[in-house]
């Protein structure tokens, strides 16, 4: 089980890693990455109903909505923009390998100060001696890809 969650997780990044280099060619043709961030919003959500739709178990029951905080209704739309905005924007002018590189970094240094104090409400993931030269080997491998 623990091996198809990798292969899934694997296959999320390439997914990401696909959607970003037709959307920053979207940005670019419209030559306003926040329209591209739109139509990408709004066909994720049409994609998503469906799929919710076909694959889902039942409905969202309305003591579960209203028990959830506003904020969490908002708050990773608008991360999403700011960040995917910032993908569409850069990756025409550097390239996708290096800008999801760097991505990842980002996403890497977070995910170890978030995990290492439970932010976000996540589970608290203490930084260990292995995930410290995991983290040191990947960084490693990030600036080999930028560098030429």
Known sequence: MKFLLYILALTGGVFLAVQ???NS???GIL????AAVIASSLSSVIFGFIILLLL???SIQPITTTSVPWYLWFM???FSVIGISIYFYAIPKMGISKMIALGLCGQLIFSL???KYGW???PVEPITTKRLIGTIAMLIGIILINIK
Do not use: D, V, Y
């Open 25 to 27: 060619q979207l940005g």
């Open 31 to 34: 030559k306003q990455p926040i």
């Open 120 to 122: 976000l409400n996540l």
């Open 113 to 115: 100060i978030a995990g």
């Open 56 to 58: 889902g178990k039942g």
């Open 20 to 22: 970003a280099g037709f």
């Open 76 to 78: 990773g739309g608008l």
